[in-house]
């Protein structure tokens, strides 16, 4: 059956443009405004002619080069003294006089980007002459129909299909044909899937799954149909697929899934389905449950997930919590109450502790999200009190790096309230460096709930430096033998110096304890917290000549 009219307008606009960016000319100084597009056209048959007579190129790969090297290319007419007339021949002379090194030109021609080039070039080898092998593959693959300037894609993936002989990868590649692709499906199945071109494949196992997948999502959608001759539809609808494998999708069941809700999918490219993979993906749930949310209620992808505003108390209340439970959650998170941003929901949730609840109410009913409507009555007075706060606090110096900060808070959590506002006042540093250390503590094992309770009542943890803040997280669990939970009870412990106040005197709290010095209502936190003057005050209280046993064993 084909696809109807309207969905074949759709895979057509969203997909046919894959490739083809527009490319912005780099600059030559020394070329004048008017003539530098006629002299970049110029050097490019310069070099073509340069590559093909010269260095015995086949004068399509030589002219592939050529055409797609622009930044290599304006590197060497930067070089080259600029006159209207005799440019063509100053060029000329110039390559006969400074080879080039070919590998750059080829590698940037393939698509890799040019800031990039120079982690692929070879060691001391500037001609192909002296490594064919990598021309020779990048022939192959362009005679059988991979567009030139996508090879990169492979070679970014998968370097070795690159090392193999030309023999191989023909034999590879008819191998496809004789499973009854063409030569486009394959195009794009391999751009999208690299792993399919390496010889020491076979074509068994995952593999074949994979295919399977393929085929029958290309029978379903009728790509060979509508798109003939469009490489680039077969890569995009191939991603499609890769994006749900990359969610631990197993492979032989993708396709089955994707052709039940086809016209749903079809009006989405790839972008669409990657940004709601990761919206949903930052609940904290496993990957594979949000990829079979994506494939069973392809639905959501029609959700505006970013821009509107919601209310904390009011979405928990539409997806069906009660009052009671309300009221806990009010209690127990108050830095979470207010408004924010649809956006931040997925960590809002984890701040609640609420994110696999959230995602089981979605999945069960998606339409939840959709019906959702803010009530201007919904946390008004909470919203009139962050307003007040908010006005002076954008009367500061810098008003732009202070919401930078505020948006940094709202994205972990916190919504528009006092309490917000508070935390705000006494965090420092970038946005991306508040992001950063809370990363850090995230990574090292607390959970996003736990760090943001921890933060709305120490929020001068998110002030120390990111490799102090493991080290301390590392003393916690390891000497001290304490778990993160400690820091429930004690978050201000993130805050102490770990060279100079945190393991001098926990070591000697242990030594305490060891002699049986240690009086039960002298807690470690006491210990820490307390100033120097009052913590040798309360040693000698302990022991008389434990202040000495300090100074002289644990005082650095």
Known sequence: MSLPKSLFTLLSHHF???AKTTTNLPKVPNVPTKYKSEAIN??????????HTTRSLPYTYAEHISKNALFSLSNLVKKVPYSAPNFPRSFQRFLRYHPINEFEFFFESIGIE???VCEFLPTNKFFFSEDETVLDAACVLSGFGFPWNMLGKLYREEHCIFRESSEELKA???????YGWSNLSVVGMCLAFPRLLRVDGELGGEVVALLDDLKRVFVEFDIGNCVEGNVDTWYEVCRMVRVFYDLGIEKGKVGELLARKKDIFLQHPEEVLVQKANYFCRLGVRKEDVGL???????VLNLELEKPVISTLGLLKHLGLNENELKKVSEKYPYAMGRNKMVNVPHLMRALDLHEWF??????????LANYVLSDSDEEHMKREFSNGLEQFQSCKTPVHAMKKLNFMHGIGFAENPLTLKVLARIHG???ELQKRFDI?????????????IISTAPKILNQNPVYLEEKVNFLCGEMKSSLEYLNVFPAFLCFDLENRIKPRYRFYAWLKEKGLHPESYSFATMIATSEKRFVAQAFTIHPAAPKHWFECFLI
């Open 16 to 18: 046919s443009t894959a």
């Open 42 to 51: 110029q050097a490019q048959k310069v070099l073509t002619d340069y590559l």
């Open 114 to 116: 040019y800031p990039q």
């Open 172 to 178: 590879r590649l008819c191998g496809f044909k004789e």
């Open 293 to 299: 949310l994506l494939l069973h209620r392809p639905e």
């Open 359 to 368: 995602f089981t109410r979605i999945k069960n009913e998606h339409q939840l």
């Open 430 to 432: 970038r946005s991306s």
């Open 441 to 453: 503590l995230l990574n090292a094992g607390l959970e996003f709930s736990q760090l943001c309770l």
